[in-house]
């Protein structure tokens, strides 16, 4: 069984920033591929980043505001967010995923935290 888990996110006003942590557990010496992905009421779920093969890729949406990368443990991944803006505010999640077909698709992975909540105020 593998377990993602999530850590930071939180309330913050515009402009702020914030940093999210991810870390995948499982099959001993297993590598994972892991990304992020949120979601919005209302809306589906959109990616948003991910670290992979030494290569970091976006959203459009965070583009140049946000910056992945891997953390100092195997299957770690930290998300650092600046200049946000309230259409930002969403569930932030992570993923993983031994072979994703389509890194920037959610139905790829088959391995998700529970979400961390992300929230920007004006």
């Known amino acids: 069984q593998v377990q993602v888990v999530e850590s930071g996110g939180g309330s913050v006003q515009a402009g702020d920033s914030l940093r999210l942590s991810c870390a995948a557990s499982?099959?001993?010496?297993?590598?994972?591929?892991m990304a992020w992905f949120r979601q919005a009421p209302g809306k589906e779920r959109e990616f948003v980043a991910t670290?992979?093969?030494?290569?970091?890729r976006y959203g459009k949406a965070v583009q140049g505001r946000f910056t992945i990368s891997r953390g100092s443990a195997r299957n770690t991944i930290d998300l650092q967010m600046n200049s946000l803006k309230p259409e930002d505010t969403a569930v932030y999640y992570c993923?993983?995923?031994?072979?994703?077909?389509?890194?920037?698709?959610?139905?790829?992975?088959?391995?998700w935290g529970q979400g961390t909540q992300v929230t920007v105020s004006s």
């Open positions: 993923a993983a995923d031994e072979r994703p077909y389509e890194y920037y698709n959610h139905n790829s992975y088959d391995y």
């Open positions: 499982g099959r001993t010496g297993s590598t994972y591929f």
């Open positions: 670290f992979n093969w030494g290569t970091a």
